[in-house]
């Protein structure tokens, strides 16, 4: 049973436009929720984080969105960099006191084109 | 930010062979995890430990054994290595944050291919 779910395996996207990259999720006890960014043989990057209580978290060209109600979050990444080009993993986890694992979706491979 | 190694980095052996990836961090950090990653596919959690010898199979079941004899270090090991073991095996650490989060930081890998 997939609980986090990235439905758009691959999205392109022009330099200097905006990414959206999307994420869903079935348990409602997810309250903490992670973009991961990933390269070819390496390990997954974190990239930025949002807590239930908030709607929105932003942190330089990333803006991350959060709609409970949908169970849905989105990642924006604006302007759209080539080295932007990558995996991108979002994550959820449950805050009891600490000690939930992740649940990761399986990914969207965003491609910048030049 | 954790600071954390994996090695060896890429790693080609026969079948039958045991085998041990390393992982280390440097930041103190109680939790430690293992996950293995196949192309295009997500990550399944395989051991998580969440002090010294503690240790816990995680999602995904695993032939691969863990330990935590020290804070730092979390090795990984396969006592006989199959081509079905052919992945790449990803290690992270975390501590919980001030608001009780858990944001885990990630190694850079070791790509195992099994003959």
């Known amino acids: 049973d997939q609980q986090v779910k990235q439905n758009s395996p691959s999205l392109s996207v022009q330099e200097g436009r905006i990414s959206i990259l999307n994420c869903d999720y079935t348990?409602?006890?997810?309250?903490?929720f992670l973009w991961y960014k990933k390269y070819p043989a390496e390990g997954p990057t974190f990239l930025i984080s949002?807590?239930?209580?908030?709607d929105k978290n932003e942190d330089g060209r990333f803006t991350v969105f959060l709609n409970k109600s949908a169970k849905h979050l989105s990642l924006h990444i604006v302007p759209s960099q080539p080295g932007d080009s990558a995996v991108y993993f979002c994550?959820?986890?449950?805050?009891?006191?600490?000690?939930?694992?992740?649940?990761f979706g399986t990914g969207t491979r965003l491609t910048i084109i030049p | 930010e954790a600071d954390i190694y994996q090695t060896p980095r890429y790693l080609v052996i026969g079948t039958g062979k045991k085998i041990t990836l390393e992982c280390s961090q440097t930041?103190?950090?109680?939790?430690m995890y293992w996950y293995q990653q196949d192309p295009g596919m997500e990550l399944h959690l395989i051991h998580y430990?969440?002090?010294?010898?503690?240790?816990e199979k995680g999602d995904l079941s695993s032939e691969s054994t863990v330990s935590r004899i020290r804070t730092e270090h979390f090795p990984l090991t396969l006592e006989s290595a199959r081509p079905s073991h052919t992945s790449q095996y990803l290690c992270?650490?975390?501590?919980?944050?001030?608001?009780?989060?858990?944001?885990?930081?990630f190694g850079p890998g070791t790509r195992l291919t099994v003959l």
């Open positions: 992270a650490s975390s501590d919980r944050g001030p608001t009780y989060t858990d944001t885990q930081y």
């Open positions: 348990n409602s006890m997810f309250d903490y």
């Open positions: 949002i807590s239930s209580i908030k």
């Open positions: 994550a959820a986890s449950r805050t009891n006191f600490g000690n939930e694992k992740l649940t």
């Open positions: 930041m103190g950090h109680d939790k």
């Open positions: 430990s969440y002090g010294v010898n503690s240790t």
